[in-house]
C-alpha cells in the first residue's frame, strides 16, 4: 500500500517502491490538479542521486503528462529545497521531488509541495494515496517522454542558478569575502555539492569536499549527518584546519556541523546559535517554531529578547505552518532541517549552511566559542536521541501501553505536565524533558530526552527503554 507519512511516502526499492505505484501517485495528483482546474499551471519535478531517481521522475511525468498536466521536468539531480524555490518562484500550484532524503540506501519516495513551494499536508497527501491505492494501473494515460517533450507537455529547465542567487542575495557575500574561512564540505554521496560549493566560491571561501562522487549506497552509511556518519568530515576538519565542515543528508535539505577542532556540533545547537546569531547580532525580531521533540533551549534564547517559543507536532509542514501564524523569524527541528523568514517554506541546507557562515564570518568567532557563549548565557542542555526497529507487534503494544493505557515508569523527578499531542512527552520541573513518539517516515521508535548533562537525559531514555522491554546499550 502507498502511505504517505511526515515526510511525504517512502517505501523499499522494489517492494513497494515500484514503476506501477509511482505511476498511480502521478494520476492520482494529475487528476486531482484536473478536478482543480490547474493542470495548464503545470507541476515541477525533480529527483536526486538516489537508485531509480531519474527513471521514477521520468514516469512520473509520462503519467502526468499523459493525464494532462503540464510538466516543468528539472533535467539534473538537484536538492530539494530547489524544487520548493521553483514551485513557489513560477507560482505553479503543485511540486514533487524524488528522494527518500536521510533513509538508507533500499529506499526511495516522493514528496510532494503545493502552492508556494510548501510541504503538502497530511489532509492533502492522504487522499493522494488512497485514491493512488485504488486506482487500475491499466486506466493510467501515459505519454512516452520523449513524445510528450516533442509535444511540450514535458519542458525541460534548469531553475539553479535562480535558486542560488536568491540565497546568495539572503546573506552577506561581502561578509564572507572579508573573513575567507576555510570550510570542508561533506555531501555525503548527495546532491548539495555543486550548490553550496558555487555560494561559497563566489564568497571566496576555501573549500576542501570529501564524498562528492555519485554513489547510490551512500559509501555504505545512512546518508543523515549524524555523530556515527561524520567521522570522515572530522577527521577532514581537523587535516585541514578548517573552521567549520559542513555536511548535508542526501537531498540537502539538512545539514550537520563539524566545528574547528573537529567535535560534532548538534542539530539542536545549529538551530539556537542561528535563532541568537539573527536576535544579538543582526538586530531581527520575531518567534522561533520548533517541533515537540526540539530543544527547549530555544525557549530561554526566545524569552530572553521577549520573543515566543512556538511548539508543534513532528514534521516540517507543521513549522511551515507555525511560522506563518506567528509571523516567526526561524523555525527548525532536531533532526537538522531548519528556514528562515523571506526564504522558502521549507527546509534548506544549502542556505542554513551559508548562513552559518555568514555567521562566522560577521561575528569573528569560533565555533566552539559561539557554543560556549550561548551556555555561559542561556545554561547548557543536552539532548539523548536513540530509535528501535519496530515490528507490527511490538508497535502495537508500545501503542497500548504508552498511548491508550497512558503508562510511565518512574522517572525519579517531578512531572509538570504529560502531552500526547504528539507521542507521549512528559515535562519535568526542572526543566527537563523526554519524548516517545513513532517515526512518521520508517517502522522505528524514537525516544528522545533533554537535561543540563549528557548522562542525566541519557539516563531518562534509558529508563523509557527498559520499561518498555527495549534493549539500551548506553
Request: net charge negative.
Amino acid at each position: 500500500m502507498i502511505e504517505f507519512g511526515t515526510g511525504g511516502w517512502r517505501a523499499v526499492i522494489g517492494d513497494v517502491f515500484t514503476r506501477a505505484n509511482i505511476r498511480r501517485v502521478a494520476a492520482a495528483l494529475a487528476r486531482r490538479m484536473v478536478r482543480e482546474g490547474c493542470a495548464d499551471r503545470g507541476l515541477c519535478i525533480g529527483y536526486d542521486r538516489r537508485f531509480l531517481s531519474r527513471e521514477a521522475a521520468i514516469w512520473f511525468s509520462e503519467v502526468a503528462a499523459g493525464e494532462g498536466v503540464k510538466v516543468y521536468f528539472v533535467n539534473l539531480n538537484c536538492p530539494t529545497p530547489q524544487i520548493m524555490f521553483t514551485v513557489k518562484n513560477m507560482y505553479l500550484p503543485y511540486g514533487a521531488m524524488i528522494t527518500a532524503s536521510h533513509n538508507p540506501a533500499v529506499y526511495n519516495g516522493i514528496k510532494l509541495f503545493t502552492l508556494g513551494g510548501r510541504d503538502a499536508s497530511q489532509e492533502f497527501t492522504d487522499p493522494i494515496g488512497q485514491e493512488a491505492n485504488e486506482l487500475d494501473e491499466n486506466g493510467i494515460r501515459s505519454i512516452p517522454f520523449d513524445q510528450a517533450k516533442q509535444e511540450k507537455r514535458i519542458l525541460l529547465i534548469d531553475p539553479r542558478d535562480s535558486y542560488l542567487d536568491s540565497i546568495m542575495k539572503q546573506v552577506s557575500v561581502d561578509a564572507i569575502r572579508a573573513r575567507r574561512p576555510r570550510v570542508v564540505l561533506d555531501p555525503m554521496f548527495g546532491v548539495g555539492h555543486t550548490g553550496l560549493m558555487t555560494i561559497l566560491y563566489t564568497a571566496r571561501c576555501d573549500i576542501d569536499v570529501i564524498n562528492d562522487n555519485h554513489d547510490a549506497f551512500f559509501g555504505g552509511h545512512l546518508p543523515a549527518p549524524t555523530p556515527e556518519t561524520l567521522v570522515d568530515l572530522q577527521h577532514a576538519v581537523r587535516t585541514h584546519h578548517a573552521d567549520v565542515g559542513i555536511a548535508m543528508d542526501g537531498d540537502a535539505d539538512r545539514l550537520g556541523i563539524i566545528d574547528e577542532k573537529g567535535n560534532y556540533v548538534s542539530a539542536n545547537e545549529v538551530l539556537v546559535l542561528l535563532y541568537y546569531y539573527l536576535l544579538a547580532y543582526k538586530g531581527l525580531r520575531g518567534a522561533v517554531v520548533r517541533n515537540i521533540a526540539t530543544t527547549h533551549l530555544l525557549d530561554k534564547v526566545a524569552a530572553a529578547y521577549g520573543q515566543q517559543c512556538v511548539e508543534v507536532p513532528v514534521g516540517f509542514k507543521h513549522i511551515s505552518s507555525g511560522m506563518d501564524q506567528h509571523n516567526a523569524l526561524i523555525g527548525g527541528e532536531s533532526s537538522g532541517g531548519l528556514t528562515v523568514r523571506g526564504h522558502i517554506s521549507g527546509k534548506d541546507g544549502l542556505y542554513a549552511a551559508s548562513l552559518l557562515v555568514e555567521m562566522l564570518s560577521v561575528t569573528g568567532k569560533s565555533m566552539s566559542e559561539l557554543v560556549q557563549e550561548i551556555y555561559a548565557r542561556f545554561g547548557e542542555a543536552h539532548t539523548g536521541e536513540y530509535d528501535w526497529e519496530l515490528t507490527a507487534d511490538l508497535k502495537k503494544e508500545i501503542q497500548r501501553i504508552v498511548i491508550t493505557e497512558h503508562q510511565l515508569p518512574d522517572f525519579g523527578k517531578e512531572i509538570a505536565k504529560v502531552s500526547y499531542y504528539d507521542g507521549c512527552k512528559v515535562y519535568f520541573t526542572d526543566d527537563s524533558w523526554i519524548i516517545i513518539r513513532f517515526s512518521g517516515t520508517e517502522p522505528r521508535l524514537r525516544i528522545f530526552a533533554e537535561s543540563d548533562t549528557v548522562r542525566s537525559a541519557r539516563r531518562l531514555v534509558r529508563i523509557a527503554a527498559q520499561f518498555l522491554g527495549l534493549p539500551f546499550n548506553d
